[in-house]
């Protein structure tokens, strides 16, 4: 079984929106760390957004925080990412990643080694 199955992303124009989902029903969900995470050509790979599944942690990069919003559907063992107010530097290729069980983190940024990777989702954004 496919760990991690990733959906969405495409090409927009600037200020426009798209929504990436992840669908983790191949990893132990529940307790868990759920990451969003992009590479740009050239560059190294970035944490965009982390979100405990166990509730009360969630952590946006200062690049996307107020545009890009994480979330869950736990009855669904489904992680989200909905970007609004795109911008080029968005440009990369994105990863939904999963820790598989984890304490929760002390501060909001979810922390747990991610083991588990996602095949990747291509997102362009022109000017």
């Known amino acids: 079984q496919v760990p991690l199955v990733e959906s969405g992303g495409g090409s927009v124009q600037a200020g426009g929106s798209l929504k990436l989902s992840c669908v983790a029903s191949?990893?132990?969900?529940?307790?868990?760390?759920m990451g969003w995470f992009r590479q740009a050509p050239g560059k190294e790979r970035e944490a965009v957004a982390t979100?405990?599944?166990?509730?009360?942690?969630?952590y946006y990069a200062d690049s996307v925080k107020g545009r890009f919003t994480t979330s869950l559907d736990n009855a669904k063992e489904t992680v989200y990412l909905q970007m609004n107010s795109l911008r080029p530097e968005d440009t990369a290729v994105y990863y939904c990643?999963?820790?598989?069980?984890?304490?929760?983190?002390?501060?909001?940024?979810?922390?747990?080694?991610?083991?588990?990777w996602g095949q990747g989702a291509q997102v362009t954004v022109s000017s």
């Open positions: 979100i405990y599944t166990g509730g009360g942690a969630t």
């Open positions: 191949g990893v132990t969900y529940k307790n868990s760390c």
């Open positions: 990643a999963a820790s598989g069980p984890a304490i929760r983190p002390a501060y909001d940024y979810c922390d747990s080694e991610y083991k588990y």
